[in-house]
């Protein structure tokens, strides 16, 4: 009886892999993310300390932008006052499908302790917030797991906008 070699060459010795449309385009979303800088207190800081030499932002893919056109996630990092909530709304508005975002520290989360008719208690009220960050101020390493921990919600989403969840603010 004569034995069937098989021949693994057939196809030109090329590798063949197998993946889905959603995954190929999350995957690069997701190591590719610009990051909109919104820095507006002493979390502001820790977000600089983040995309430095020793915690590195740049190996996740994740550059910060100064321009909303460019950028697909805002972090939100310090108290947000009444009088700049118009202006993150602009900004948010002029950020381009898909995008998310960060909410970064005490005071961006809920106000913190400044419960004062000039502080927003919570940057949820102006634009919809895909993260919380708790502490005050979060540390360098909390934000790089908040960006990983984004990765994997932006791998496991649709790729396609129109079978996405609508949001609501």
Do not use: H
């Given at each position: 009886m004569a034995q069937h070699k098989v021949n693994y060459t057939e196809n030109g010795g090329l590798p063949v892999?197998?993946?889905?449309?959603?995954?190929?385009?999350?995957w690069g979303r997701s190591n590719s993310l610009w990051a909109l800088t919104?820095?507006?207190?002493?979390?502001?800081?820790?977000?600089?300390?983040?995309?430095?030499?020793?915690?590195d932002f740049d190996?996740?893919?994740?550059?910060?932008?100064?321009?909303?056109?460019?950028?697909?996630?805002?972090v939100v990092a310090g108290t947000l006052t009444k009088k700049h909530a118009e202006f993150i709304r602009r900004l948010y508005d002029q950020m381009?499908?898909?995008?998310?975002?960060?909410?970064m520290g005490s005071c961006a989360n809920t106000g913190g302790m400044f419960n004062t008719?000039?502080?927003?208690?919570?940057?949820?009220?102006?634009?919809?917030?895909?993260?919380?960050?708790?502490?005050?101020?979060p540390r360098p390493e909390t934000l790089q797991y908040a960006l990983m921990m984004l990765q994997k919600k932006i791998r496991s989403?649709?790729?396609?906008?129109?079978?996405?969840?609508k949001r609501l603010v």
């Open positions: 892999a197998l993946t889905t449309v959603d995954k190929l385009v999350n919104y820095g507006l207190a002493c979390c502001g800081i820790e977000m600089m300390a983040t995309g430095a030499s020793r915690y190996r996740f893919g994740t550059i910060f932008r100064a321009s909303p056109r460019q950028a697909e996630v805002m381009a499908e898909p995008k998310w975002v960060i909410s008719y000039a502080t927003v208690q919570g940057a949820d009220r102006v634009i919809p917030v895909d993260l919380y960050l708790p502490g005050c101020a989403e649709k790729a396609d906008k129109s079978q996405r969840p």
